[in-house]
């Protein structure tokens, strides 16, 4: 089976499911609650309509991005998530066996597969980025905030985090190709984006030089990639942040070490 073919194959087992759409309903409603919510607290003491705001001013002209951003600093779970349940859950179904039978080169399957994980992964950041700057434009229009749709830099920011969300679902095929087992690699995702990397990362910002190593964690480099993040801004400093572009290549190098790691071990072993 060529390249197409097995790329064809991949966007039809993808698309034929439910999976897709479920996770993509909850990103919009989980990115579209959360930039509300930052467009409500920041637009409210960017315009100190806030009550109770003792802290210092804040720019409105930097609420925006903050606030549109927020579609990678939280949604990335799912392009991570879908990239990982189109491994496993061959691997879970038995329906590896079929299209191994049918694609002897198993390189040929996997890239059908990161081809797909790119197009899913745009597909995502494409709703979250609707969802975010939907959601956030119209809560910061309340509080008379610009929302920046006219500026070039929020288009820019935009398509940043299109490339993050590509990335994601690519990282998230090499996770799910080393952790064959569906419900250990859902587990270590969730542990790892939802507790593992949000607290060392706020370590990273309280310990002076450790900032250094938490830069090169993937959601840092995500976080760098996209440029600005709530959880950037919270985490490691900006003198220690990646460029944008080496945010990239960093999180683009863990998709690839996960795809050599697997292509080496659970990739060629008999499947059972």
Do not use: C
Not at 16 to 27: P, R
Not at 39 to 44: E, L, N, R, T
Request: aromatic letters at 10%; charged letters at 10%.
């Amino acid at each position: 089976m060529s390249l197409v073919a097995a790329t064809r194959s991949e966007y039809t087992k993808q698309f034929s499911t439910a999976g897709w759409w479920v996770l993509a309903i909850v990103l919009v409603a989980y990115v579209g609650f959360t930039a509300a919510a930052l467009a409500f607290v920041f637009g409210g003491l960017a315009s100190g309509e806030l009550t109770g705001a003792n802290g210092p001013a804040m720019s409105s002209a930097g609420v925006p991005p903050l606030v549109y951003s927020s579609a990678t600093a939280v949604g990335y779970v799912f392009p991570l998530l879908i990239g990982t349940l189109m491994v496993t859950t061959e691997f879970r179904h038995k329906t590896l066996t079929p299209t191994f039978l049918s694609t002897p080169r198993r390189g040929v399957v996997l890239v059908g597969k990161f081809v797909v994980g790119i197009v899913v992964g745009l597909l995502y950041g494409i709703l979250g980025s609707i969802a975010a700057v939907a959601a956030g434009a119209g809560v910061l229009s309340v509080f008379g905030i610009d929302a920046e749709l006219g500026s070039s830099d929020t288009w820019v920011l935009i398509g940043r985090m299109l490339l993050a969300f590509a990335l994601w679902a690519l990282v998230g095929i090499g996770v799910g190709t080393v952790v064959r087992n569906q419900v250990a690699a859902i587990v270590i995702v969730l542990a790892v984006t939802l507790f593992i990397e949000p607290i060392v990362r706020t370590v990273g910002g309280l310990v002076e030089g450790f900032g250094d190593v938490v830069k090169w964690f993937p959601s840092a480099a995500s976080d760098a990639l996209v440029g600005q993040t709530i959880f950037g801004t919270m985490g490691t400093g900006s003198n220690s942040a990646l460029e944008w572009w080496a945010g990239g290549l960093v999180l683009l190098g863990y998709a690839v070490v996960f795809l050599l790691i697997g292509l080496v071990t659970t990739w060629r072993r008999d499947i059972d």
